[in-house]
T-cell receptor, first 114, second 116 residues
Framework: AQSVTQPDIHITVSEGASLELRCNYS??????LFWYVQSPGQGLQLLLK??????LVQGIKGFEAEFKRSQSSFNLRKPSVHWSDAAEYFC????????????FGTGTQLKVEL | GAVVSQHPSRVICKSGTSVKIECRSL??????MFWYRQFPKQSLMLMAT?????????EQGVEKDKFLINHASLTLSTLTVTSAHPEDSSFYIC????????????FGPGTRLLVL
C-alpha cells in the first residue's frame, strides 16, 4: 500500500527566506506525486505534479519539487517565500498507470514571519 | 480551466436530518469524482470514489447507507449525509478527475457541515 510522510507538522520562515518542505513516500513502483496547498477553510489547489521525465518539476507561484527515487522523496522548495504563502501544504502519492486513489500526507503548516 | 464548485459552502442542520452537498465540474467532464472528509488540522481522508453512471466505491469504514453518493452526470456528483449526527460535523471536500485514473484531481472549495 502507498503511504506519504510529511515529517514537519509546522514550519516558520521569514519572508524572503528560502523554503523546503519535506515529503517521503512509500510505493512499490514509480509513483505519481503531487503537492497541494490549502488556505484556511478552502479546498486544495494543485501546485505541481510529477508523473515521469525530468525529476525537477516546476509549479505555480514559484514552487518547484525534486523527485529523488533513491531517497523516496519529493521535497517542495521555493527560493523566496512571500507572506501570502502561509497555508497548509499537502504531499500526495497516486498509483502510476491508473488506480484512482490519492494518499495524502498529514500536511505541513507554513507560517511566514514578516 | 479545471474548476470544481461545491454547494453549499457551509450548512448547519439539526441532528436527525439529511443534508445534500453538490459537487460540480464547471469546465470539464468528470469521469471520476472523489469525496473526502477532513477533520480539523488533519489530512484528507478519502471516503468514496464515484464513476458516472455506476455505484460509488466506498473506503473501508465508511458507511455507504449513511453517506449516499450519486454521480448522475459527467459534471455533477452529490453526497447526502443521512440522519446526520454531531459526529458527522466536518469539512467535506470533493474532487473531480477527467480520466478514470486519479492522475490529476481538481478540488472543490469544500463544505463545512455542522450538525447541532
Amino acid at each position: 500500500a502507498q503511504s506519504v510522510t510529511q515529517p514537519d507538522i509546522h514550519i516558520t520562515v521569514s519572508e524572503g527566506a528560502s523554503l523546503e518542505l519535506r515529503c517521503n513516500y512509500s510505493y512499490g513502483a514509480t509513483p505519481y506525486l503531487f503537492w497541494y496547498v490549502q488556505s484556511p477553510g478552502q479546498g486544495l489547489q494543485l501546485l505541481l505534479k510529477y508523473f515521469s521525465g525530468d525529476t525537477l518539476v516546476q509549479g505555480i507561484k514559484g514552487f518547484e519539487a525534486e523527485f529523488k527515487r533513491s531517497q523516496s522523496s519529493f521535497n517542495l522548495r521555493k527560493p523566496s517565500v512571500h507572506w501570502s504563502d502561509a497555508a497548509e501544504y499537502f504531499c500526495a502519492v497516486g498509483a502510476s498507470g491508473g488506480g484512482n486513489k490519492l494518499t495524502f500526507g498529514t500536511g505541513t503548516q507554513l507560517k511566514v514571519e514578516l | 480551466g479545471a474548476v470544481v464548485s461545491q454547494h453549499p459552502s457551509r450548512v448547519i442542520c439539526k441532528s436527525g436530518t439529511s443534508v445534500k452537498i453538490e459537487c460540480r465540474s464547471l469546465d470539464f467532464q468528470a469521469t471520476t469524482m472523489f469525496w473526502y472528509r477532513q477533520f480539523p488540522k488533519q489530512s484528507l481522508m478519502l471516503m468514496a470514489t464515484s464513476n458516472e453512471g455506476s455505484k460509488a466505491t466506498y473506503e473501508q469504514g465508511v458507511e455507504k447507507d449513511k453517506f449516499l453518493i450519486n454521480h448522475a452526470s459527467l459534471t455533477l456528483s452529490t453526497l447526502t449525509v443521512t440522519s446526520a449526527h454531531p459526529e458527522d460535523s466536518s469539512f467535506y471536500i470533493c474532487s473531480a478527475s477527467p480520466g478514470l485514473a486519479a492522475e490529476t484531481q481538481y478540488f472543490g472549495p469544500g463544505t463545512r457541515l455542522l450538525v447541532l
